[in-house]
């Protein structure tokens, strides 16, 4: 295979020769690794360290409950629905400019979020961090594919796992310590350093790769149908606990984006150029990774949610302690990632695949069996093992996505990876949310009778319900000691309850992760990009 920079200096790829040798910095594969590293790192810092700073936002701009909820749901939403057509856009116009782009648009829209002082403006440019992050994820992916020969990739993505598991890990510490010490602009303003380095090392070190036959073309209604199928699935998905599963609205919504998918498959088969072949999807290996992400981020995501109002609601930690009680879990996903991506380097996959689904499952129903006196060391274990089968899917997954993928489509193949990513942790945060509130209607009520307390109203009742939903004890001001001790001990047993049986339905569903992980194997095309670069 050789490569050929073409006078706008870019590279196309042509499969005739060998791989060329290439001195210098610029397009050098562990460099480039380097450099998109750092921009992801701003994104996925970003995604845990503003959930610490929410409360402190909603005190000081004044904001109600629905408008704080809005600066997470806006993002996710943007996020969400741009995925696929960002990694597109990078197909058709270079990953190293759509990488650039989103890191300048993030890092922008950070500081103006930071000197907002009004919540409506935090809101919208927190929707703008969204698509600007879409641009930036799918890209980061298309360039290492590009850039690096296939033997090296799966180490190479197994690094980028480790980057960020170590930045999801250091989002709730880095946030409660600015948050407490400095400002909640301090969260945003962190990003405008970082997007800077990550921006100066992108101009001097990326290199833009473009195969032979990329796109020309952009499916523009294939665009519209696609957002507007991801729009209302994701909404639905969001609003489904507010408004209920049976209601008319959540219905409407998941009916549209329904309607919207098969017109856009229909659609796709017209189109001269669409947005997504779908004939990429009659590689069995592709299709079962993006299962896989989907069912592991519902069993991961969709889990994790309970955990961390079980540790600061039920065992009292503050958000930073809550976040150290974590690290055995993102300490496993860094350790792990890397030597995932050996292992999967030198035998394939489908068994790390497999095995770790496995000890993803057992350490779901280890954690259904918390208590809310489980002590640190056995809370830790489980969090260990979490992320330790984590780490061999986030890496061989993506791998088995993206490499199964022409090289012309692997922005279309990055961005179906985190829009599945997307998806299966909403779902998973809805459906298990779903079963916690079942669960705590169908046993709180009773269990506070026998504990002997004093009746209470069905307006009293169901706010009550709403607050042990997330591991918060309903004690009026003034309650006796005795009183109090027994309310919140009915409270927090409850919770304990609700998240057992949501944690037992994750392990399931990572059960079934384990057996769609028997149908990956190792990249097809992953060798399309090994000219690209010689390491």
Known sequence: MTSQITADGRVTLDKSGPAPSRSGLRGHPWLTLFAVAIGVMMVTLDGTIVAVANPAIQKDLGATLAEVQWITNGYLLALAVSLITAG???????????????????????????????????????????????????????L???????EKLNMAIGIWGMVIGASTAAGPIVGGLLVEHVSWQSVFFINVPVGIVALGFGLFILLDHRAENAPRAFDLLGVVLL????????????????????????????????????????WETRVA???????????LPLSAGTVLMVLMAFAFMGGLFFVTFYLQNVHGMRPVDSGLHLLPLTGMMIIGSPLAGAAITKIGPRIPLVAGMVATAVACFGMARLTPGTGTLVMSLWFALLGLGLAPVMVGATEVIVGNAPLELSGVAGG????????????????????????????????????QLPPLSPEQLDLAEKGVQVGIAPVPPGAPPQVAQAITAVAHDTFVSGMSTAFTVAGVVAVLAAVVAGFTKRGENAAAGAGAAHV
């Open 227 to 266: 957002s507007g199928a991801m729009f209302s699935l994701i909404w639905a998905l969001i609003k489904a606990a507010e408004w209920g599963w049976g209601d008319t609205k959540t219905l409407v919504f998941l009916g549209a984006s329904v309607v919207c998918f098969v017109l856009f498959a229909l």
């Open 273 to 283: 150029e669409p947005l997504i072949p779908l004939g990429m999807f009659r590689s």
């Open 88 to 142: 597109k856009l990078g197909d058709r116009f270079g990953h190293r400019q759509t990488f650039l782009i989103g890191i300048a648009g993030f890092a922008l829209s950070s500081a103006v979020i930071g000197l907002s002082d009004g919540v409506e403006l935090v809101i919208a440019f927190r929707v703008a961090q969204g698509l600007f992050g879409a641009l930036l994820m799918p890209a980061a992916l298309g």
């Open 416 to 451: 179906l990876q985190q829009a599945a990513m997307q998806v299966g942790g909403s779902l998973g945060t809805a459906v298990l949310g779903a079963v916690m509130a079942g669960t705590v209607r169908d046993s709180f009520g009773d269990n506070w009778q026998r504990a």
């Open 144 to 150: 290492l594919r590009a850039t690096f020969p296939a």
